[in-house]
């Protein structure tokens, strides 16, 4: 029975976590056509610095928009076919400083292009300020910038 006692925490522990996920407004992938976003969120103060730039290789190129109220659209080419970047963005707006990390679950394609929407950003894009996004890849770090509003 001592097996049973060890395993019943265990059990008990993973399927609170699974309740306490369910609860999160994640968007529906057939929904959107986007991937939702995962970010982790923290004190400007405590937070992992964001990577260095490092230069654009040769015919890579990044490209930040805005495409609605909370929303920016990260387009780049020159990737490699097949990788999947990892986007660190940075907000200094007015009196809001914060750090944000998503993983996007699609790849660059196969012509090497990345198109990432990422949404859930309303309470950062109605501020006045700057946005910093930094996109690690298989060859270093693409930056650019974004002033807000």
Not at 8 to 15: G, S
Not at 26 to 55: F, Y
Not at 59 to 75: D, F, K, N, Q
Request: glycine content about 8%; aromatic content about 4%; charged content about 15%.
């Amino acid at each position: 029975m001592e097996p049973v006692k060890v395993i019943a925490p265990i059990y008990l522990a993973l399927l609170l976590t699974s309740c306490s996920l369910a609860g999160l407004a994640l968007p529906d992938r057939q929904q959107t056509g986007e991937a939702p976003m995962v970010t982790s969120l923290q004190e400007a103060g405590e937070a992992t610095p964001m990577p260095e730039c490092s230069p654009l290789p040769a015919g890579m190129t990044i490209h930040l928009s805005r495409v609605s109220p909370g929303a920016i659209l990260i387009e780049m080419a020159g990737l490699t076919p097949g990788e999947t970047p990892v986007v660190f963005v940075y907000i200094a707006a007015e009196d809001l400083e914060a750090r944000l990390t998503a993983y996007p679950r699609d790849p660059a394609g196969e012509d090497s292009s990345f198109v990432y929407t990422m949404r859930g950003l309303s309470q950062y894009l109605e501020k006045t300020g700057e946005m910093s996004v930094r996109v690690i890849h298989s060859r270093g770090v693409a930056c650019a910038e974004l002033s807000i509003p």
